[in-house]
């Protein structure tokens, strides 16, 4: 059911997707179903829920965020796997790591990705530590969030991560215009020059937004700071 309904959305809104793309898909939305039953995933369980303000909204991120052909992309707290996973299904050149806080999340994702075939990195990790992991700050052409935090606090939790001539490139409501604004001093900081947001509607979604920020120089070893100073003083 979830494969008819993007299948109705898809050629105004995505690009195509094969018939195992599909399945993939199909697979995923049962599996998410199933196990929120017994963990908080998501308070989306519908199959047009699931459809549209999951997987669509995804996939319409994707043609909108211009991800380069074998790029490597972080998906910071990532959660159930949005938009991570359904960037992966569809463009499986990518070379996708998964970040999140919680391991029972992560356990999730380990038995999607082994149901429906697909390779990713799962990283078990707060954001601001990830940050300064010699492994991941500043090797990823791409990373993305999506409904993590306003785009000044999120900024010092993913920039870091983004290496020097990459993007960092968020999901957000199409409200983005005050965000961007008051996010410009914290992206500067930390080594980014915010390029804009593209702005669109989504049927049933609503009004939604990708942010390009570019990272142009690297960022102070001092970036990101610990949670709380993240919170109570973001950069400004």
């Not at 898909?25 to 308070?43: D, F, H, P, Q, S």
């Not at 699931?50 to 959660?79: M, Q, S």
């Not at 356990?107 to 078990?124: P, R, S």
């Amino acid at each position: 059911m979830v494969t008819e309904i993007l299948k109705s959305y898809i050629p105004e809104h995505a690009d195509a997707l094969s018939e195992e793309q599909y399945a993939q898909l199909e697979r995923y939305a049962g599996l998410l179903v199933e196990w929120n039953e017994k963990m908080n995933l998501t308070a989306i369980t519908d199959p047009e829920g699931i459809a549209v303000k999951h997987f669509l909204d995804c996939l319409a991120y994707l043609k909108r965020a211009d991800i380069p052909e074998g790029a490597r992309v972080a998906d910071v707290g990532t959660g159930a796997g949005f938009p991570g996973v359904v960037l992966k299904i569809a463009r499986p050149d990518i070379k996708l790591v998964l970040i999140d806080s919680l391991q029972k999340r992560l356990n999730f994702l380990d038995a999607v990705l082994n149901e429906i075939g697909v390779k990713a990195t799962l990283v078990h990790a707060r954001a601001e530590d990830a940050g300064h992991d010699k492994n991941l700050r500043e090797s990823f052409d791409v990373v993305t969030a999506r409904a993590v935090a306003n785009l000044s606090v999120l900024s010092e939790y993913c920039l870091p991560l983004v290496k020097v001539g990459g993007v960092f490139a968020p999901m957000k409501t199409a409200e983005v215009a005050e965000e961007l604004e008051a996010a410009k001093p914290a992206a500067k900081i930390l080594g980014g020059k915010i390029r804009g947001a593209e702005v669109y509607e989504l049927p049933v979604a609503g009004g939604r937004s990708v942010v390009f920020i570019e990272k142009t120089e690297a960022t102070s070893a001092k970036y990101p700071r610990q949670r709380v100073k993240i919170s109570e003083k973001p950069l400004k």
